[in-house]
């Protein structure tokens, strides 16, 4: 299993950044690719980031060229660095692992507001 623990979540005036990190931790083979959801309130969850085990990466098209996601393979953790925040970005960010070629495993989820 995969324990996953995001930080770096907060309230941020239209404009400015912010730097989400996700820790893994637990007993796994491999983590294949990282990635970070957002839930905005009464919509469903979206996939915002995606990095794979090579650094391949793929954006959503409302993000892209605004967010940055990377990773550490030797400390397990992803980063999404978020700049050029607006208002529509405002929800609730999860980090999900894809491990061992097989599992799926979800963090708790961080909270970002971007206000007006």
């Known amino acids: 299993q995969v324990q996953l623990v995001e930080s770096g979540g907060g309230l941020v005036q239209a404009g400015g950044s912010l730097r989400l990190s996700c820790v893994a931790s637990g007993s796994f083979f491999s983590i294949n690719s990282m990635a970070w959801y957002r839930q905005a309130p009464g919509k469903e969850r979206e996939l915002v980031a995606r990095?794979?085990?090579?650094?391949?990466?793929n954006y959503a098209d409302t993000v892209q060229g605004r967010f940055t996601i990377s990773r550490d393979n030797v400390k397990n953790t992803v980063y999404l660095q978020m700049n050029s925040l607006k208002p529509e970005d405002t929800g609730v960010y999860y980090c999900?692992?894809?491990?061992?070629?097989?599992?799926?495993?979800w963090g708790q989820g961080t909270q970002v507001t971007v206000s007006s």
């Open positions: 999900y692992a894809y491990f061992n070629y097989r599992y799926g495993s």
């Open positions: 990095v794979d085990n090579r650094g391949g990466t």
